[in-house]
């Protein structure tokens, strides 16, 4: 019986790492630019991006984009931004950088808070 239990915790978790991103929009094409998101649940600002900002682009560019959501509350998802800052971001090179979500990952580049991403993410991801 505890095998049983064990096995259904470990294809639980499984599912939880493969599914740590979730899709805003739903259809993607081979040349959708990515967006990751990285939020917590309880930030004004990161509602403001997820639930105003974000579905505006989604409604001016369509499948140009893919939106994917990281609850960063969520281990497996706030692991995915440290493993970004530490490749992208210098600051977090030189130690130790924890910046307040809301967090946007696109073209090799992070921006956080609301006035970076809502100024700096069109102009990143070169949309007509």
């Given at each position: 019986m505890k095998k049983i239990y064990l096995s259904v915790f470990i294809i639980g978790f499984m599912l939880n790492v493969a599914f740590a991103g979730e899709a805003l929009n739903l259809t993607k094409s081979p040349n959708s630019k990515v967006i990751m998101l990285f939020y917590s649940p309880g930030c004004n600002d990161c509602k403001e991006i997820r639930n105003k900002f974000?579905?505006?682009?989604i409604e001016k560019y369509g499948n140009k984009i893919w939106i994917e959501e990281y609850d960063i509350d969520n281990p497996?998802?706030?692991?995915?931004?440290?493993d970004l800052?530490?490749?992208?971001?210098?600051r977090a090179k030189k130690g130790f950088f924890n910046p307040s979500p809301?967090?946007?990952f696109a073209e090799h580049k992070l921006l956080y808070g609301v006035k970076d991403i809502k100024n700096k993410l069109p102009k990143l991801l070169r949309l007509k």
């Open positions: 974000l579905p505006e682009l497996e998802s706030f692991a995915v931004l440290l800052q530490n490749k992208y971001d210098k809301p967090a946007v």
